[in-house]
T-cell receptor, first 115, second 110 residues
């Protein structure tokens, strides 16, 4: 069975500082990996994905994530945090195998950017 | 349409009543997912449909929950004999590559 772990329920960072939101995954085949963001009382918005190719993936709003196969990780990063980045962040994994569409999410990490 | 549409956006129902939640996916998306999100919690997988294949129902929490997808498009999630613990936001997503989510239906069982 596939799974996603987001070890931190909450991450606090000062505005202007770099931020990292951690994600590790488990899947039997090669992974497709995703990050989503959820603002209060809103649906989930897609940020970025890793399918294949470069391990460093760039996405919306200046976010990026690095795929590390040996550590089975896909941490979300941003060089300089904004107060407006405060939200709930979800990592998700899907097995790339043919016919496999199960999309599993982590429990989410609440990011608070402090002015 | 341009996005995934869910209706109603809010639903208040009495305990024991049946409810139907609707999801209109993005045209052409072959995969459709239902998730449940309780207050302050993560996403709990319920069910997904992929093309004409049998749906993966492994996440449905009880036999009071069922879902169908007609004509490979619109999906309905039905909860029978609702209980207070069913109160949550029910999210639908459709996908060809990455999943696109609707705004959800907030279900309150009183």
């Amino acid at each position: 069975a596939q799974s996603v772990a987001q070890p931190e329920d909450q991450v606090n960072v000062a505005e202007g500082n770099p931020l990292t939101v951690k994600c590790t995954y488990s899947v039997s085949g090669n992974p497709y990996l995703f990050w989503y963001v959820q603002y209060p009382n809103r649906g989930l918005q897609f940020l970025l994905k890793y399918i294949t190719g470069d391990n460093l993936v760039k996405g919306s709003y200046g976010f990026e994530a690095e795929f590390n196969k040996s550590q089975t990780s896909f941490h979300l990063k941003k060089p300089s945090a904004l107060v407006s980045d405060s939200a709930l962040y979800f990592c998700a994994v899907r097995d790339s195998g043919a016919g496999s569409y199960q999309l599993t999410f982590g429990k989410g990490t609440k990011l608070s950017v402090i002015p | 349409g341009a996005g995934v549409s869910q209706s109603p956006s809010n639903k208040v129902t009495e305990k024991g009543k049946d409810v139907e939640l609707r999801c209109d996916p993005i045209s052409g998306h072959t995969a459709l997912y239902w998730y449940r999100q309780s207050l302050g919690q993560g996403l709990e997988f319920l069910i997904y449909f992929q093309g004409n294949s049998a749906p993966d129902k492994s996440g449905l929490p009880s036999d009071r929950f069922s879902a169908e997808r007609t004509g490979g498009s619109v999906s309905t999630l039905t909860i029978q004999r609702t209980q207070q613990e069913d109160s949550a936001v029910y999210l639908c997503a459709s996908s060809l590559g990455q999943a696109t989510f609707g705004s959800g239906t907030r279900l309150t069982v009183v």
